[in-house]
């Protein structure tokens, strides 16, 4: 209709369809956090600041995704019931974020928003097979969220990396709403975000392998696609110009450093060694 009307767009996500998780404020629907409690107006007076700048750059804020209930990694709410893995159903969504991974997952919505403590973002977003940011605390506002935490972190979930950067440069950035964001002043990037994610080679870099999480004698037959996939994604990492610091099969590479510079961080392995 706004098209219609100007002939130009609103801003750079008009149009896109968005799901928010049900953890944050929308004037226009309930903010539950996933909990069933029937309360007898549950809509919030206004948005969540950044659920401000997305409308305001036009998208379409279409639904609330469910999550793990007050924002528990156990991907199921009294709310909303229990979550699904868009691909396979007999496998987790990763939580607490599932709904709105699962919705870009399912395609029900271009992009999401997710919140994060511990890997609500980047959990859902793997297993969706989608793309999440799990931004800094300072970097996007948490005004209008339940319970905001001394490590919760607000980030978009999409299907490439170039739209989650798209969204990424809409609600990123200074808010008086929340103190916080004070340290994103002065501090931003020169040009948006989405202006790094074009293809380019990674010479220069050093990235670790981790064979830790890769042996298959310690994981489940259904790991060893994934691993195979990992295993994939090194040697074109490599092919792209990065140093690839990789200690071979069955090697050891986080654990190694961890018993020569900090064995107290062997936690219950240490007790037993020494």
Known sequence: ?????????????????????DQYDTFDMRTTSGADVDYANDRPPDDATFVKRLREAGAIVIAKSNLGEYASGIPRSSYGGTFCNPYDTERSPRGSSSGSGSAVGANLVMCAIAEESGSSIRGPASAASAVGIAATEELVSRDGMVQIGINTRVGPICRTVADAARVLDVIAGYDPKDELTAFTVGRMPTQPYVSYTQPQRLDGLRIGVLREYMNKSLFTKADEQTIDLVDAGIAQLSKLGATVVDPGPQGDLLGACIRKYAPQDSNKLFTWRF
């Open 1 to 21: 209709a706004a098209f219609a009307r100007t002939g130009k767009l609103v801003g750079p996500l008009h149009g896109v369809v968005m799901a928010i998780k």
